[in-house]
């Protein structure tokens, strides 16, 4: 290829490519390139122009524009107002910039003619010609907007570069790709580049195309509908009948009359309703309108229920409703009566804490009752976002009231009992913490004007009775416990649940069934026999729907028997519902050495917490398998240390770890336990181990222990003790400080066990190991 050289005025171009053939004009604001026009003007009218890397460069270096650009010939040049020059320019071949000659005035370059080439594989060339022809043709009658001269005249160009160069020159590309183009000199590399060019366009321009459609069809239609409705309405106004709007305007505003609202809520319904009415009520706008003045018209802002404050009567309910929950009826009792007496429920909000189906929210139902007040109930189990309280605000998409105002409408009174469940469930996130919300629902300070997102009025809240339950205390935000008053619901005994069942499930489950209830009758051994063998629950909630389930297996039978009446055993039991499903540790009949009882606190009540060790040769390693929770393992470690640090004084070898290694085992039961209450167990089965002397079988124990060999309290002693005596157990040791929770241990239970009241370590082995062998001091 021969390389011409010439010395032209340059000028970078910003935003523009220009490629060879190609005759277009642009304006010239910057001095210096009005510099470098006027001395092209003055000799051979050619500029060299090349594209500026980065359009927004106000002062291009050398180094900020390309190298490969366009010489042309000037056409034409008009002076613009304020300094600006409109030059007509037409591009004659592509060059390359050897060398910046001159930058001041205006830069000067000496540049390489780069001569069009001639195709060297003529076939080649023809079918990429012919490709890009076609993909263009394509995309011109995709974009609609070239003229159709121009096909025509793409299609007598003969020469395959000149080809490539014109089409560029039409396509609205990037800076960057028409420079690619520009600087693919060989024809064929620059055809086979504006083919991939093409095609890619092509491909965008289908999509937009597809969006267009679709943005036009939705629009046709609104445009569509809005039309039939004009004239829907034109043919009604002729019939003299009143159009839908009109209707539906007319229904809302009696609505708002009749529905007794107060004032600013009657001025901003009646404001609603005017933008109602300008919206029309077919738009989108119209939608969220109709739906707020829904909530606002069937919210209770004044419907209030008269209270039954009879003490006598409510207890008669509560009687009634619920077998024993003795104090829990008194502390609700004395509540009501204090509310009676002053005259106004306000005060502590009652919280119901306790395990699951103890019958929190069924002893709440009966306050209602009592209280001839409308029930309402919330769950607030997994709310995270104070939106759920309090709602999103009406701008949002889809917004809705909290749960609150959603609760109050459901009540459809101002004064409900409203419940708010598993308050200990809530948890926070980033959008904002619930309790925050709810502190200010409870607040008697506050709930006069609770203000919903979504309503943006305030709404009366401080007639509501709010009763809040439980299971445990621990996760109630403080602030929120702060405000309430607690009163606990604890497991039931198995006697108790025999009543409950029979007195309150069974009826309840043989009217749900719609049987009278002498056709199908309960033995008591069947009602034990589900209570210990098929359920193991503080409440009693699976023994209502294991009831429910032999039930119905009866029915089922009577109905293919054709018999009219059925009794049901503690066999049919187990035919319904097969083997027995969870068996509790019955105690070993004799003393062993190692085996040591403990009590154990779950989430589905109490239960035995058996412990085994054993000793034998080794190199002082201690092994700890089975059900050992974490904690668990941390007072098994504890427990080591407590027995090696004191060995001697319990007869124990103290070099034992030279020639044993100790193993501790936890059998595995129906239900995973942990805790540190296992830590006087461990150490006694320790004790027993190391120093071979038996345990006592009839003995159980609980207690957590610290390094000196101090016993400290735990929790859920009741349901502990329920357990041990299910399995068998007389005698229970435990640690002194809990000695004020036996009140709550039922008196059916506590004297059957003689209770041992430990304050060291050493009260526990006393009364754990079998008396001829103790000897510890
Ligand atoms: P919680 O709210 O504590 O989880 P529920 O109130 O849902 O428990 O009680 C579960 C079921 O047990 C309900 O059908 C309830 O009526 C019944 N129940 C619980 N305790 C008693 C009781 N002491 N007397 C009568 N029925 C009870």
Partial sequence: MEKQLKILPLIPLRGITIFPYMVMHFDVGREKSILALEDAMLNSQEIFLVAQKDAKVEEPSEDDIYTIGTVCTIKQILKLPGNTVRVLVEGINRAELAN?????PF??????????????????????????????????????????????????????????????????????TKQELLEAHDAKDRLEKLTVVLRNEIDILKIERKIGVKVKSKID????????????????????????????????????????????????ALYELDRLKNSGSYSSEGGVIRTYLDWIIELPWNNLTEDNLDIKRAREVFEREHYGLEDVKDRIIEYLAVRKMSNSLKGPIICLVGPPGVGKTSIARSIANALNRNFVRMSLGGVRDEAEIRGHRKTYVGAIPGRVI????????????????????????????????????????????????????DFDLSQVLFITTANSLET???????????????????????????????????KEHNIEENKITFADSAIYNVIENYTRESGVRSLERKLGAVLRKTIAEMLEKDKENAHITASHVKKYLGPA????????????????????????????LPVE???????????????????????ARAGYSYVRANAEKYGINPEFRKDKDVHIHVPEGAVPKDGPSAGVTIITGLV??????????????????????????????????????????????IPKDNEKDMLKIPKSIKSKLTFVLADKIDDVLQNALASEDYNGN
């Avoid at 409203?418 to 948890?427: A, N, Y």
């Fill in 613 to 635: 060790v054993t000793v034998m040769q080794g190199d002082g390693k201690l092994e700890l398998t089975g059900q050992l929770g974490d904690v668990m393992k941390e007072s």
């Fill in 100 to 104: 910046v000659t001159q930058q001041e």
């Fill in 221 to 268: 239609k609104v445009q569509k509908e809005y039309y039939l409705r004009e004239q829907l309405k034109a043919i009604q106004e002729e019939l003299g009948e009143e159009d839908e709007d009109k209707k539906e305007i007319t229904r809302y505003k009696n609505k708002i009359n009749k529905a007794k609202l107060p004032k600013p809520v009657k001025e901003k």
């Fill in 406 to 457: 959603y609760g109050m409408k459901q009540a459809k009174s101002k004064n409900p009992l409203f419940l708010l469940d598993e308050i200990d469930k809530m948890s926070n996130d980033f959008r904002g913490d619930p309790a925050d919300a709810l502190l200010e629902v409870l607040d008697a300070e506050q709930n006069s004007t609770f203000r919903d997102h979504y309503l943006e009025l």
């Fill in 581 to 608: 499903i969870f068996t509790y540790d019955k105690i070993d009949k004799e003393d062993k050495i190692g085996v040591v009882m403990g009590m154990a606190w779950t989430g589905y009540g109490g239960d035995t």
């Fill in 688 to 733: 027993s181990a190391l120093s071979s002397k038996k345990v006592k079988h009839n003995v159980a124990m609980t207690g957590e222990i610290t390094l000196t060999g101090r016993v400290l309290p735990i929790g859920g002693l009741k349901e502990k003790c329920l357990a041990a005596y299910r399995a068998g157990i007389d005698t229970v040791i």
């Fill in 476 to 510: 109630i935000p403080r602030p929120l416990l702060d405000r309430m008053e607690v009163i606990e619901v604890s497991g039931y005994t198995y006697e108790e649940k025999f009543h409950i069942a029979k007195d309150h499930l069974i009826p309840k489950q043989l």
């Fill in 107 to 176: 830069f000067k370059a000496e540049i390489n003619i780069l001569e069009e080439a001639e195709c060297a594989e003529d076939n080649k060339c023809e079918a990429l010609m012919r490709a890009v022809k076609k993909a263009f043709d394509e995309y011109i009658s995709l974009s609609g907007n070239m003229p159709n001269e121009l096909l025509i005249s793409t299609d007598d160009l003969e020469s395959p570069g000149r080809l490539a160069d014109v089409i560029s020159s039409f396509l609205m590309l990037k800076g960057e």
